[in-house]
């Protein structure tokens, strides 16, 4: 029995350097850390606003439309692309868009149990100030 206490006491597994790694734990610094130099008041934090693109699909609630939006995503047992619909309520305060109309969903804070988005215009390329090519008028041509 001594001899096993003896044996036991000799085979202290805190001094052998093959628990934990190669070295012992207590020979580890804690690892260095700089100093924050950035002021937390300077910089915004940066959020990415949710916006989708879609259909008005019914608009017979006051100052609200049913928005759907139709994205591709892949299938997934065969990994074809497939158009997936989605319907949102969105939030229209001057009851604007009529069932048809593509309309712009910006995330806001939840207005109801359903709606957290605002249904907003769609700006088209001309509405942005942008000629079109087919607008354009063709330029005379110098003949020599």
Request: aromatic fraction near 4%; include cysteine.
């Given at each position: 029995m001594a001899s096993l206490a003896s044996s036991l006491q000799s085979l202290k597994l805190s001094s052998s350097p093959f628990t934990h790694g190669s070295t012992p734990l207590s020979s580890?610094?804690?690892p260095i850390?700089?100093?924050?130099?950035?002021?937390?008041?300077?910089?915004?934090?940066?959020r990415?606003?949710?916006?989708?693109?879609?259909?008005?699909?019914?608009?017979?609630n006051d100052k609200t439309v049913a928005v759907e939006v139709t994205r591709l995503a892949p299938h997934p047992k065969y990994k074809r692309?497939?158009?997936?619909?989605?319907?949102?309520?969105?939030?229209d305060p001057e009851n604007a868009f009529k069932v048809g109309d593509v309309v712009r969903l910006?995330?806001?804070?939840?207005?109801?149990?359903?709606k957290s988005f605002v249904a907003l215009p769609v700006l088209k390329r001309n509405d942005l100030g942008i000629p079109m090519e087919s607008q354009q008028q063709p330029s005379p041509v110098a003949q020599g």
């Open positions: 580890l610094s804690k850390s700089f100093p924050n130099t950035r002021k937390p008041g300077l910089v915004p934090a940066i990415a606003m949710k916006t989708m693109q879609g259909r008005v699909v019914c608009a017979t692309r497939v158009r997936m619909k989605k319907k949102y309520q969105a939030h910006e995330k806001s804070r939840p207005i109801s149990k359903t």
